[in-house]
């Protein structure tokens, strides 16, 4: 079934989604700060990175292709003095791939004053509103989804006034994930879509020397900043000279945080909604050691997030850890993309066995996902060529047999291996001597101690918070049997 696979424009792995980052902090660098806390999210996109500042009469916005240290040199972060900031690094789920116009913050246009908006998710719905903009006369620099939202507050701010209904518009309006900062001249914002779907979460600078807001808690590490609280669903805060101020925008739907963020996407060292990253990932190897026990003489994870389930799994069974992968931590989505020869050369670009660990030795390989599977066969096939005896893989995430339109980049169910083969065909395919996944049970117990009371786990089952356009659905929930067998119908017919 290899050519099935062999092609295909589904990514190898779960991609990177967007990380935003807010400051508000008279008198301190603003724009330095962002670019600390945008490096700390560099995991989540490294496509594009942009810094937009507020100096008290209107907003300037500097961004470009490439990571945050290729954007934001010292002349650039100087050019950028003020009192507020937003940042944000891209990794392009909606809009097509990389470009100027699509990086963010996105300006708009309030009369004669400027806000720009960061934004982290996927919004769902927003082709009508862009026509009714379009038709209105709002102009677009680029084809994505952030910028809609950005356009929507600026012409509900320029109708009503006010800049606070402006964002209660768009909140009413657009349906999706969001977790968005917003800069206007003299203020912050913080908000987020009312399933809390992605995280959010905003800090206290030492001495009352102001707030920041991030993606996740590690933005607010580099910069001192002491945790307080995640933005709530559904609600918008306000920083700025007067103070610190909350709203409940829009009710709170059912919780639905991305489940994902603990098994792969968010940094170890962030706490989400309350619960450790790490603690987490430990915990889902704990649990998959016991639902998927396996004789063996190693443990190894696959870097980075595969490494603490990896050392939980080696807990609970008793088998030892070893460090038997080696990743390349400066292969990344750059400008400077491998060639087609280089390219061939597959994840050893990224990830290198060492043979003296794993000669001889029956593994147990702890990975976060499967997607289209491509990674995990390359993977056992380069663990086999390293000498070792056995190869069992074992996944920390339930099979992904749906697309994610939230902010993750999944495309459709027939380039998700796990939608499309039995468990013992996927083994065979991707040439391990076993395979098994943690249950959706078994992920829930290992996030268990989250304040957040519900999940999103549509990749896993199909029920998405937020409805998925019909049209969308059409295009994207067909498995390949499902295809293959509507086209002979199609044929018949
Ligand atoms: S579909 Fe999956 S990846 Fe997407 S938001 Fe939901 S849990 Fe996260």
Redesign the pocket.
């Known amino acids: 079934m290899s050519d099935v696979w062999e092609g295909m424009g589904a990514p190898e792995c779960l991609e990177e989604e967007c990380g935003v980052f807010g400051v508000f902090a008279p008198g301190e660098d603003v724009a330095r700060m962002t670019c600390f806390g945008l490096q700390a999210l560099q995991h989540r996109g490294q496509e594009s990175a942009g810094i937009a500042v507020g100096d008290g009469e209107t907003v300037v916005v500097a961004k470009d292709l490439g990571l945050v240290t290729q954007v934001f040199d010292e002349a650039a972060l100087a050019a950028l003095p003020g009192e507020v900031a937003v940042g944000h690094v891209r990794y392009s789920t909606s809009g097509g791939s990389a470009s100027w116009e699509a990086a963010q913050p996105h300006i708009s246009a309030i009369d004669d004053v400027l806000i720009a908006l960061a934004h982290n998710g996927t919004l769902v719905n927003t082709n009508a509103i862009r026509a009714q903009l379009v038709g209105e006369g709002v102009p677009f620099r680029s084809a994505t989804d952030s910028e809609v939202a950005a356009k929507a507050i600026g012409y509900a701010t320029r109708q009503t006034h006010h800049l606070r209904e402006g964002i209660r518009y768009a909140m009413e309006t657009l349906e999706g994930?969001y977790a968005m900062v917003l800069a206007s001249p003299d203020s912050l914002y913080a908000f987020r879509d009312p399933h809390g779907?992605r995280p959010l979460c905003l800090g206290e600078l030492p001495d009352g020397r102001g707030w920041v807001v991030s993606s996740e808690t590690c933005g607010l590490d580099i910069v001192g900043a002491r945790y307080a609280r995640d933005v709530a669903p559904g609600e918008v805060v306000r920083i700025n000279a007067d103070g610190i101020t909350s709203e409940q925008a829009v009710p709170a739907r059912e919780p639905a945080a991305?489940?994902?963020e603990y098994v792969y996407f968010a940094r170890p060292d962030s706490i989400i909604d309350g619960q450790s990253v790490y603690q987490a990932r430990r915990s889902m190897g704990r649990i998959l050691a016991r639902e998927a026990p396996v004789e063996a003489d190693l443990v190894l994870g696959v870097p980075d997030s595969g490494v603490p389930a990896a050392l939980g799994y080696a807990t609970e069974s008793g088998i030892a850890f070893t460090d038997g992968i080696v990743k390349n931590r400066y292969v990344g989505r750059t400008f400077i993309q491998p060639t087609q020869e280089m390219r061939q050369l597959g994840i050893r670009l990224k990830l290198n066995p060492l043979p003296e660990v794993i000669a001889g030795r029956r593994l147990v390989v702890i990975d976060d996902s499967i997607v289209r599977g491509n990674t995990s066969r390359k993977l056992v096939s380069m663990l086999r060529d390293a000498g070792a005896a056995e190869v069992h893989l074992r996944i920390v995430s339930p099979e992904v047999t749906w697309p994610?339109f939230?902010?993750?980049d999944t495309d459709t169910r027939d380039q998700l291996i796990a939608a499309n083969m039995t468990l013992d065909e996927m083994n065979a395919w991707i040439g391990s001597d076993s395979l098994a996944f943690i249950s959706l049970e078994g992920l829930r117990e290992a996030v268990a101690d989250v304040r957040h009371p519900g999940?999103?786990?549509?990749?896993f089952t199909g029920d998405y918070p937020v409805a998925i356009p019909a049209a969308v659905a059409k295009r994207s929930f067909l498995t390949r049997r499902e295809q293959e067998a509507g086209a002979a119908e199609a044929r018949r017919g």
């Open positions: 994930a779907i991305c489940i994902f994610c939230y902010g993750i999940f999103c786990e549509a990749c």
